[in-house]
C-alpha cells in the first residue's frame, strides 16, 4: 500500500490524543471514490444453511462493537447503552438492560459479571442485568473489557492497562505503557493466555502478571516507520488466534505474525495491509486486506497458500473459521460463506441491509451477526 493510501486510511480511523478526528476528502484509492464491487452473481448454496431466528439491540453507530460468547450465550450491546444477552439457540433475552448513557466499547463478559465502556470514559460493570459499579478512565477505551478471573481489565486509549475487582470495583493495578501520539478507534487486543494477561500495545503483544501487572515479555509484529505520526502508526487490532500458547494478530497495515506466548517470542511475520482481524486453527489463518482481498497463511510459518478477490472493494469485518467455512461480513448486509480451502463460494446470506457490524461469532451450533441497525441473526446449517 502507498504511503499516500496508508495516510488516507490512517487519518480515518485514528484519533489523536491531542484532539485530531480525521480530514475530510480522503480517498482509500487516491481518486474521488472508491472502485465498485465486482458483481456476486446468483448464490449457490453449497452448504445449506437457514435462519433459525432474529433479536433486536439498538443500533449500532460510534461504538466498536464485540460480541462476547459464553457457552450458548452473546452478549452484546447498542451506541445508546442497551445490553443484552441472548440465548443462542433460541434468540431470547436471558436478560436486558439500558444503561441510559452512549457506549465507545464492545461487552466484556465471563457469564456473569460484564463490563462496557462509555463514551465519557467509564468503565460500567454489570451483575447480571443490574448495574453495580462506575469507575473513570484516564482515557477513552474503544476495545471490549475483558473479564476474567473475577477481574475486569481494560484497555485505553492511551496504552493504560487498568484492573479492577469485578464485584467492587477497586482498583487493583495500572500500568501505563509508552507509544505513539495516535491511537486507532478501533477494537485492540485484551486476552487470557493461561496465568497471562496478553494486551496489544502500539505494534507489540505484551505479556502481564494479571495480579500486579508486572510485564512478563513484549513481542513486536511490526514497528513504526514514515515520516510522520501518521505514518507511523502501529497498533495490534482483534479479532486474534490463539491455539494452546500459539498466538496470531494483525498490526494495522502492516504484518500479520504469530508468537510463542508462552516464552513471549515472536514465531514469524509477513506483511499485510489490512485493517481487521484474523482467525484460524492449527494448519491455517485467514484475514480480509483494507481493499476487499480475502488471504490465508500458513500457521507455521506464515506462507500465503491463497487470496481471492471475489469480494474485492467492499468493506469487510474479520473473518470467522466455521467448519470448513471461513465467514465474512460485509457493509451491504450480507454474510457470505467462503470454502477455508481455496475460497470458493459456499453460500451467502442476507440480512436487513445494513453494514454487518461486528465480525461473526459463533454460540453453539449457531452463528450469529449483528447489524449496524441492530438486528441480531443466528444461522444453523441445514
Known amino acids: 500500500m502507498s504511503a499516500a493510501r496508508r495516510s488516507c486510511r490512517a487519518l480515518w480511523g485514528a484519533l489523536a490524543l491531542a484532539g485530531l478526528l480525521g480530514v475530510s476528502g480522503c480517498s482509500l484509492w487516491g481518486g474521488s471514490s472508491k472502485p465498485k464491487p465486482a458483481e456476486l452473481g446468483p448464490n449457490v448454496p453449497v452448504l445449506g444453511v437457514r435462519q433459525a431466528w432474529t ?56 457469564g456473569r459479571w460484564s463490563a462496557v465502556v462509555s463514551r465519557n470514559a467509564q468503565v460500567v460493570a454489570l451483575d447480571g442485568a443490574r448495574e453495580i459499579w462506575r469507575k473513570s478512565l484516564p482515557a477513552q477505551a474503544y476495545t471490549a473489557p475483558l473479564v476474567a478471573g473475577h477481574r475486569v481489565f481494560v484497555l485505553a486509549a492511551d496504552r493504560s492497562v487498568t484492573a479492577f475487582d469485578a464485584a467492587t470495583g477497586y482498583q487493583l493495578w495500572r500500568q501505563q505503557r509508552p507509544g505513539e501520539p495516535l491511537i486507532l478507534r478501533e477494537g485492540g487486543v485484551l486476552m487470557a493466555v493461561g496465568d497471562t494477561l496478553v494486551a496489544g500495545l502500539s505494534g507489540r503483544l505484551v505479556g502481564f502478571n494479571p495480579d500486579n501487572g508486572v510485564v512478563r515479555w513484549e513481542a513486536p509484529l511490526a514497528s513504526p516507520r514514515g515520516t510522520n505520526d501518521v505514518e507511523r502508526l502501529v497498533e495490534i487490532v482483534g479479532r486474534t488466534s490463539r491455539v494452546g500458547d500459539s498466538v496470531c494478530a494483525r498490526a494495522f497495515q502492516a504484518t500479520v505474525g504469530c508468537i510463542d506466548a508462552g516464552r513471549g517470542t515472536v514465531l514469524w511475520t509477513q506483511p499485510a495491509s489490512g485493517s481487521e482481524g484474523i482467525d484460524g486453527d492449527d ?12 488471504a490465508a497463511w500458513r500457521r507455521a510459518d506464515g506462507v500465503r497458500a491463497w487470496t481471492s478477490e471475489r469480494l474485492q472493494f467492499r468493506k469487510l469485518t474479520a473473518p470467522l473459521l466455521l467448519g470448513r467455512s471461513v465467514v465474512i461480513g460485509d ?52
Not at 494448519?283 to 480480509?288: A, K, P, S, V
Not at 477455508?340 to 453453539?364: C, H, K, M, Y
Request: overall charge negative; charged content about 20%.
Open 283 to 294: 494448519g491455517m489463518l485467514f484475514g480480509t486486506e483494507s481493499n476487499g482481498t480475502v
Open 55 to 110: 433479536a433486536r439491540i439498538g443500533a449500532v453507530e460510534g461504538v466498536v462493537l464485540d460480541v462476547n460468547v459464553n457457552g450458548n450465550v452473546v452478549t452484546l450491546a447498542s451506541s445508546n447503552g442497551e445490553v443484552a444477552a441472548i440465548d443462542a439457540r433460541t434468540g431470547g433475552d436471558v436478560w436486558r438492560t439500558q444503561l441510559n448513557l452512549p457506549l465507545a466499547s464492545g461487552v466484556g463478559s465471563d
Open 331 to 382: 457493509d451491504t448486509g450480507l454474510v457470505h460463506l467462503l470454502s477455508r480451502e481455496d475460497a470458493a463460494p459456499l453460500n451467502r446470506l442476507t440480512t436487513d441491509g445494513s453494514a454487518i457490524a461486528a465480525s461473526p461469532v459463533a454460540a453453539g451450533d449457531t452463528l450469529v451477526v449483528v447489524t449496524r441497525k441492530g438486528g441480531v441473526y443466528g444461522f444453523r446449517p441445514d
